[in-house]
């Protein structure tokens, strides 16, 4: 039975102008938080996060990315501004289904581009941004190439766990659950859309409060780099770290991730 089968929260669909469809699935009640998944992945995979986030007083919304069922839409000739688009058509079918606030928008890896894009687009849909296991300003090229030998079919398995141990995963964490779970064409779309889009564009993320969310021994952000959020937007950024998670930082703990997350929120609204 797969994921999608067993799932308790509620599907919805929402098509927009141009061919497009955004499948997502939303449970609980509380502020509404939307969760973005990361480089290639399906939101299937943050619902460990989402229920854990759910006991924690909090409405959560996972939509599928395009290319990723039920989610379709063109896939070329795209910007990071078109996929903000999908995922702010979530926050407001949200708020016409009841729910009023502005949403909290929680990117994962890439995710956090996309998160920092909307933003940056619709300051008036977002109360807060949390960046999981956001990438550094810049980090080691063989990380990139990591990325791309797990998407080659061409590469054998057992150097696929190599590239997953050496930039995703922690010691002692589990690495084979994502040996599968890649989609190469939405890696595909989502890298050449990165290239199309100016980085002013979504570099300022906006005007909410900002939680920059770090796996304590993450690769994609090396040493030295713990506090760039902070020290260039100042007070809007609150840092923290789960110690003993990488890359996949809410994957791997999931529990620990939405309770830092739970924190950041009752200190900005006590």
């Not at 973005?36 to 854990?52: D, K, N, V, W």
């Not at 909090?58 to 990723?68: D, N, Y």
């Not at 989609?183 to 980085?199: E, G, I, N, Y």
Request: charged residues 20%; negative net charge.
């Amino acid at each position: 039975m797969s994921p999608a089968e067993t799932d308790a929260a509620a599907l919805r669909l929402i098509d927009r102008p141009g061919g497009i469809r955004i499948g997502y699935r939303v449970a609980g009640d509380g502020p509404l938080v939307v969760l973005i998944a990361s480089t290639g992945r399906c939101a299937a995979e943050l619902r460990p996060l989402a229920e854990a986030l759910n006991r924690h007083g909090f409405r959560v919304a996972r939509p599928e990315p395009r290319g990723i069922a039920p989610s379709a839409g063109p896939m070329t000739g795209v910007t990071f501004h078109d996929f903000a688009a999908d995922f702010a058509a979530v926050i407001e079918a949200e708020r016409a289904a009841g729910q009023g606030r502005p949403a909290i928008i929680a990117g994962h890896a890439y995710g956090t581009w996309i998160a920092r894009t909307l933003a940056t687009d619709r300051p008036d849909l977002i109360d807060g941004v949390v960046l999981l296991a956001s990438g550094a300003r810049a980090w080691p090229a063989h990380l990139s190439a990591a990325i791309t030998a797990i998407n080659d079919p061409a590469t054998a398995p057992q150097d696929r766990l190599a590239a997953l141990r050496l930039g995703f995963f922690a010691e002692g964490n589990d690495a084979t659950e994502w040996l599968e779970g890649w989609h190469p064409a939405v890696v595909a779309s989502q890298r050449a859309a990165r290239a199309a889009t100016v980085q002013a564009d979504w570099w300022p993320t906006g005007v909410a409060p900002i939680l920059d969310l770090m796996g304590g021994a993450d690769p994609f952000r090396p040493a030295g780099s713990e506090r760039e959020l902070v020290d260039e937007f100042g007070p809007r950024v609150t840092a923290a770290a789960i110690a003993g998670a990488s890359h996949a930082m809410p994957a791997e703990k999931p529990v620990e991730a939405a309770a830092a997350i739970a924190a950041w929120w009752r200190d900005l609204h006590p």
